[in-house]
């Protein structure tokens, strides 16, 4: 994480006025478009002669780590909105996390804020925004500086900055409005030509924005998945991230899509044999039991 060393004061907030007022957002339809595809923007198999890993070996994975560690309660909401019948998760349904859905474009920016900064952090900074700026018109009218102090305690306040308020300038320059519900309508392909649209937006950000804003089938790749997916040798070593997105979107079957990348992210953030960074970790954050990989990374040389 960059450590910004401005100490400046945080300037006294105006109350907003007229020029910041909600523009109107359609209403979504509940149904969807299919999915036209679950590939990434390039879909051609990077590595059409490797195997792994196989429907079992992911499904085998996903148990394990569902074993260890239940399933993260930072998601839960997530996999309610996606309305799926897996009744064995419902007693972990103690978070007190809100059953309303999350808007696509405060889950864009929530993501944009997650950027090269701890979760703690991010989510700070984001309850910041929201709190300082009653609509997203009112970010888009304020000055870069106020928005700058508003989620400085993010990290790259600057360049997150300038990065949300050109999305919200081009999105309302091109929509109309500040609303990205209409998305929801459209297949992935469609989906991922929109966001790409946006300057500093890549294919990480919009494969979250698909799997948790948009339940879509898809399977973004972090630090945390690539360094396991290569620990599990589900891709060749000589691998990079983006081929390794394209590769495991393909391999991996779109109904444990979700459940393994929340399990795998989760599982890499406190294990130090499979993040490669454990002496680097607090203890506190560390995963104190057998991890369970060894074996299936183990089983896949």
């Known amino acids: 994480m960059t450590k ?7 300037p006294k907030r ?6 910041c007022s909600p523009s109107p957002c359609p209403p979504s339809k509940s149904s969807k478009k299919a999915n036209a595809t679950t590939g990434p923007f390039n879909d051609s198999e990077p590595f059409p002669d490797y195997s792994q890993p196989t429907p079992e070996e992911c499904r085998a994975v996903r148990d394990d780590l569902l074993a260890l560690h239940g399933f993260p309660k930072e998601f839960i909401k997530y996999r309610k909105q996606r309305s799926l019948d897996h009744i064995e998760y419902e007693e972990d349904d103690t978070s007190g996390a809100e059953s309303s859905t999350e808007s696509v474009l405060d889950g864009l920016i929530n993501t944009i804020l ?3 900064t701890t979760e703690a952090n991010s989510q700070k900074a984001f309850a910041s925004l929201k709190s300082s700026f009653p609509t997203w018109e009112c970010v888009l009218a304020a000055d870069a500086k106020l928005v700058e102090d ?5 990290g790259l306040a600057p360049t997150k900055t300038s990065c949300i308020k050109g999305i919200l300038s081009s999105l309302l320059q091109k929509k109309g409005n500040l609303c990205l519900e209409y998305l929801r309508e459209l297949s ?23 799997m948790f804003q948009l339940q879509r089938d898809d399977f973004p790749v972090d630090t945390h998945i690539f360094q396991i997916a290569k620990t599990l ?3 060749p070593a000589a691998a990079d991230v983006k081929k390794t997105y394209i ?8 109904e444990l899509k979700f459940d393994l990348n929340c399990l795998i992210y989760t599982h890499g953030k406190v294990c130090r044999e499979c993040s490669g960074k454990g002496s680097n970790k607090p203890k506190k954050e560390q995963c104190d039991k057998l991890c369970p990989l060894l074996g299936q990374s183990s089983n896949a040389i």
């Not at 508003?150 to 993010?154: D, K, P, V, Y």
């Open 247 to 254: 590769h495991l979107n393909q391999r991996i079957p779109d």
């Open 150 to 154: 508003t989620i400085r305690c993010g």
């Open 114 to 116: 997650s950027q090269n």
């Open 188 to 210: 992935i392909e469609e989906i991922k030509k929109e966001l790409s649209c946006f300057r500093g937006i890549g294919p990480k950000t919009v494969a979250c924005v698909l």
């Open 233 to 235: 040798h589900w891709v």
């Open 14 to 19: 105006k109350k907003p006025d007229g020029h």
């Open 4 to 10: 910004l060393t401005e100490t400046r004061k945080t």
